[in-house]
């Protein structure tokens, strides 16, 4: 049985419809590396329990936490792997890491560069609508000057001379 903690986050994360496709990557680049760090914490800890002394990683949490600066390209050197399929182990979460930070990134910054985009559309399409408005208002502003004056005009062509 899923904990109620763990259903709500995931049903945060990836839930909503209406969720922009940025929000969605985010989420389920999330998901992927949260299950690759468990993952790979069990893989390698099961590749290098048969490794004896040489083995740096002994227990799962040091697995948990090899894993995690692995994925985030940390790697302190305290502890890593030192069979074969350890190895191979580490070579998926880095490139899973690697690959969701990579997303993680590009959909955070294609929000920024989308939400600039937006801002400057709503500011120009502002600065247009004032300007046609002034437009019409010069427009309209003329049309009544040239009627009085077509009017003063046909006043003064029916006046007798004199």
Do not use: N
Request: proline letters at 2%; zero cysteines; glycine letters at 8%.
């Amino acid at each position: 049985m899923v904990p109620v903690f763990l259903s709500k986050a995931v049903e945060l994360l990836l839930g909503r419809e209406g969720r922009s496709l940025h929000l969605k990557a985010v989420g389920w680049a999330t998901v992927v590396l949260a299950l690759t760090v468990l993952a790979g914490s069990w893989a390698v800890l099961a590749a290098e329990q048969h490794a004896g002394h040489a083995a740096t990683i002994t227990s799962y949490p040091r697995a948990l936490w090899w894993s995690a600066e692995t994925a985030t390209t940390v790697g302190y050197g305290d502890f890593y792997p030192v069979t074969l399929w350890g190895r191979i182990v580490a070579v998926v979460v880095m490139g899973v890491g690697i690959t969701t930070y990579g997303m993680v990134t590009a959909a955070l910054a294609t929000w920024f560069v989308g939400h600039e985009q937006r801002r400057r559309h709503r500011l120009t399409a502002a600065a247009e609508q004032t300007a046609r408005h002034a437009r019409e208002e010069t427009a309209q502003l003329l049309h009544e000057r040239f009627d009085r004056i077509e009017r003063l005009l046909a006043d003064a062509g029916h006046r007798p001379r004199g």
